[in-house]
């Protein structure tokens, strides 16, 4: 039984982000999905709070027909302390075995508190980019291709790229 | 689709905890387990951490046969501010029709924001109840027959019964 | 142009307040009433949130033709360090040349900050207590003669014998 | 009755302020004022204290014999959580019937919250600027003919241009 | 070369943490003294300052000609959880080899975070307790005897009895 | 006897930093250290630990045979606000006489709190810039003629051009 631990912050959860879940759960035989920065919201990079990005997620793999039994959504807010934040996750998340990561941060700090990281597969990152897809919803540039349809609707739903072109210049 | 809300501390996750998840399945499509008071650890009061806790009710509800997928439990840190949790629950949690508590705070705070809130089942709350295992605990008296055959395993495994033993007196 | 300060929980505002407020506005030609632990409500001791003791006292001056352009309502936040209280409310305060409070730490603290404390004017302490009206709210005894007509009105508006009832034990 | 609130850094205050001031005055029966950031002083983006502030603000409302039972100025912590914000405004601040805003963030917090939300009146922005006007002191240009006579009076008698100057670099 | 790490709240420091340290530097070539709580203060429980209880040990162990160079004193503030705080203390205090303490939650994170750590020796517990001392300044009882000389010219200097006295019934 | 009070951030302690010290120390009869913005570590500006950046000061004194019993290092987390700024490492740190700093803006702090402030010797400030020691860490080029040997053991014992090459980029 291998639990395995992916963190981002899925602002928003697109297609890459899919990927790299299905890939993991290949590998796993369950996954911890956190979201990161979970406390923020309405800001120029962190526009959707975690409930937003939650039901991104769910409605996301629920769409790839992904058993809601393989995984586990937790949030996780931001302590601004790096030295603790490894501490931190394993006492807010359940247990993991492998931390999959591909920030060389969170690999340095994973490595440091004695805990297995693996390097998360990479899918096009030049194409999947929340950065990217974020400028091209405040510029009213086709967004919904790289961004799962699940989490499409989700997004539509709350009114999320009216959310974000509002609290531009804001940060 | 009804999805339901439930908040506890769970220090520890007990029968009469397991009885309400129980009823409340029958009633929700889908529950929302959050675990208050998330941060907090090795004291009296909480004595089990969030991971610990998430640990115990996943073994209670495995062993009952509950699917993963109806339920997601997730962390709640302690904001202490009243006035201000409903709205801080709402952003770091999935999306709920619903809250269910026999808190009158809660109860109250939910209503003055103009959430659904319905009275928790009650499970014969004279005999379960956190703080009489852990008092058991304290004494060295049986609490395993309060508490449901897979949060038993998790506590005996990270050796919670010393833990609280060893607290005492800090709070 | 001398400006006071006066802080107080106000939870609620009661006669004895209005009785001190009244013999300041004698002393100073303005009064700034602070609003201590703004940050708290919801709870057995601090019930009521910042802006319903702000309204309870508004009410009440104006019932007593106080004209507004005497005094200044502030939230003071507890910082939970005594050390830097005083510093912190210099910063956050209007300026002012004399705190008045009859609590021995905030004298202490004034005095070792360097500024002038004089010890408040006292009303019949024994009848008029913020606790022994909330004891007697919890109990449903009559409370309304120890607090101004206008903060009657604005405790009732809102409920707050029942919020106060039905935070009771969660503090 | 109406009571609006306008919220601002007001770092410092300045003519367009006052005459926004001016012209919500007319609109509303009283209007509340408030200091947003309160806590941060002695920083580029906000050099000074919320005590200097309310100062300048009260100063330049007294020249205009704009009478101070008309507004009340209320200093407002930033709280790092935009979910939350319109909450905590609401929980600390006296009671209000609309928020002024020229924000898009604050004006979609607020619509987000269920409170109306009116544009605040424009003053010649490009001319009445906080950034331009700390630009002027920073590189000892006139700023005084942006700012009302009671405001510099304030600034001057606590050294704010020093201040201001010597804190340049430290962001 | 081994180096100690020796944590309280030393309010005051008295005679039985000065034969703590003195056992425990023949123990150690170095200690580490950990003033915990440091950002308490002015309270019945936490009456002094972290520079006061520098002050108070420094004092001493000068009075007993310790050397300097054999130990370093170090505020260490409360972070409020428990399971991150050996951690914490890791990343803020100097490098240590072995904890010494005689309370048992700390016994136990130190011993699950696994680190060395080892029951600190005891010197008439019964005679030299803060409680204790703390009890007879407020009663204004003799508790001289019980403090190092160091510590009380110290404690007399800032007027240590008379903060006590004014802050008690605060906490 | 008098008391000088130094506060770096000490990323790394350089030679520049330790000619300060040297020099200090010919003025005053101890020195305090104090290593600020204590609890970050792990970023581009912050990479190392206080604990790592104590062992990098007292590995760089005791080469140079300064005794221990001259200086006391003490760690000083970043609080946030300004204008309590001085009050708070009053608290904290060992009672001091005069603040050694080239700060404009600690400079004005210290002044603006009534205690004695002195300009720090500057010791060929475009030479040792912890600035562009850190960019030549990250640059792989050399540094360690510009770092104490004492503290580039240190450093290097715990990798700490790793360290800071793994987190650029994550500020």
């Known amino acids: 039984m291998t639990t395995g631990l992916l963190v981002g912050r899925f602002q928003p959860f697109h297609k890459g982000h899919l990927e790299v879940v299905k890939e993991l759960l290949k590998e796993c035989d369950e996954l911890i999905i956190g979201i990161g920065s979970a406390q923020y919201s309405h800001t120029e990079e962190n526009p959707f709070t975690a409930a937003e990005r939650f039901a991104m997620i769910r409605a996301s793999l629920d769409d790839e027909k992904i058993p809601r039994s393989k995984y586990t959504i937790v949030p996780i807010t931001d302590i601004h302390n790096n030295a603790m934040w490894v501490n931190y996750v394993c006492n807010i998340c359940p247990k993991f075995d492998v931390l999959f990561t591909r920030n060389p941060l969170v690999t340095r700090l994973v490595k440091e508190a004695g805990i297995a990281v693996e390097e998360q597969p990479e899918f096009d990152r030049h194409i999947y980019s929340g950065t990217k897809i974020r400028k091209a919803m405040l510029e009213d540039k086709p967004w919904e291709k790289f ?25």
Chains 1, 2, 3, 4, 5, 6 share one sequence.
């Open 147 to 171: 961004v799962p349809g699940g989490a499409v609707r989700v997004i539509k739903q709350f009114g999320g790229v009216e959310r974000l072109q509002s609290v531009v210049g804001n940060d």
